[in-house]
């Protein structure tokens, strides 16, 4: 059974961090690629970064790009997302995936506000 399970948001102030984690299980993780997702209230969910199988390569949404770095320890089975100069439109619930399952855990709420 593939579970994905988000951990580590909270309620942040604009220009903060924070460090998002996912849990993943039932499937051997190193052998895909990861993803990172967000859903913002009255917004489509929306594809944040991705990392290949090792780690070396990493790409992000434009608006993200600069700010968020996506990790993961294959070790751990654990993927990370360490975002930085966070703004308020950045407030949405956090998902992570590995794109070739269909499967989606219950996310982690980030809120940005003063």
């Known amino acids: 059974q593939v579970q994905f399970v988000e951990s580590g948001g909270g309620l942040v102030q604009p220009g903060g961090s924070l460090r998002l984690s996912c849990a993943a299980s039932?499937?051997?993780?190193?052998?895909?690629?990861m993803s990172w997702y967000r859903q913002a209230p009255g917004k489509e969910r929306e594809l944040v970064a991705s990392?290949?199988?090792?780690?070396?390569?990493?790409n992000y949404a434009e608006s993200v790009k600069g700010r968020f770095t996506i990790s993961r320890d294959n070790a751990k089975n654990t993927l990370y997302l360490q975002m930085n100069s966070l703004k308020p439109e950045d407030t949405a619930v956090y998902y992570c995936?590995?794109?070739?399952?269909?499967?989606w855990g219950q996310g982690t709420q980030v809120t940005v506000s003063s």
């Open positions: 039932g499937f051997t993780f190193s052998n895909y690629v």
């Open positions: 990392i290949t199988t090792g780690g070396s390569t990493a």
């Open positions: 995936r590995a794109p070739r399952f269909v499967t």
